[in-house]
């Protein structure tokens, strides 16, 4: 029924869950269908491709599937949609999480996992790929980061930058000099405390924000490592 002062009714965000475990996929989505997502599920590479045509706002990806390489259909994804991506693994080694991250996923999480603490990550992540913190823009030397239009001009050139990333160069730009250890922007930038979150994901992201906007990535003008304690932005 349409409402009375003739408003739309929001649009329920979708999420597409692609994991070979039923019992994870039966969890997950009933976690999120009670927060209000509309949840499709996929247990291998033929449901998946044909879920992801339908255009889902929200990927939650297992990378360890038995019949599709992860990382192999996480580089498609990203090579054709900028959807945000939250990627699960069952390996508690570093090398897999930081590969994700390289490849492009927003977050991750570590079987077993909560999943409270997912649907956490959800709305955070949907959050933050939907709306920016405020309206102002940051003018540096050389840089432009407009808030608003969560936009990001380098040398006059419009640099594309994914949700996490802004995010992080935003907020450091906001403060510029001072120094944040990676424990305090995962809590600031990710909501996350890092009891739930590896400080490598930090690094990856400062990583790729560096291969963006500065002239040798190696010896950073913009975003300066503080040996033992953080990063900071120098404006």
């Known amino acids: 029924m349409p409402l009375s002062d003739g408003v739309e ?40 491709r044909r879920l992801l045509a339908q255009a ?62 997912l649907v956490a990550r959800v709305r955070s992540v949907l959050r933050r790929a939907r709306t920016g913190p405020d309206d102002s823009r940051l003018h540096f030397d050389g840089v432009v980061i407009d808030r608003r239009s969560r936009t990001v001009i380098v040398r006059g050139q419009a640099v594309p930058f994914r949700a996490r990333e802004f995010d992080l160069l935003a907020f450091l730009a906001a403060f510029p000099r001072q120094v944040f250890s990676r424990g305090q922007l995962l809590n600031h930038v990710w909501d996350s405390s890092s009891e739930f979150s590896d400080v490598s994901t930090v690094t ?32």
């Open 204 to 235: 990856v992201h400062v990583r790729r924000i560096r291969q963006k906007i500065e002239d040798d990535p190696l010896e950073p003008r913009w975003i300066v490592t503080v040996r033992g304690v953080g990063y900071r932005f120098d404006p």
């Open 56 to 117: 889902p706002d929200l990927l939650i990806l297992d990378l360890m599937l038995p019949t599709m390489d992860g990382l192999t259909l996480l580089r498609e994804v990203r090579r054709a949609s900028d959807v945000p991506v939250i990627v699960v693994t069952g390996r508690t080694d570093e090398m897999e999480r930081v590969v994700g991250l390289e490849l492009g996923a927003d977050d991750y999480v570590v079987k077993p996992f909560s999943p409270r603490e």
């Open 9 to 48: 009714p929001r649009r329920r965000q979708r999420i597409l869950v692609i994991d070979d475990e039923p019992m994870v996929r039966d969890v997950v989505s009933r976690y999120l269908e009670r927060e209000g997502y509309v949840v499709d599920a996929a247990a291998d590479e033929p449901a998946a």
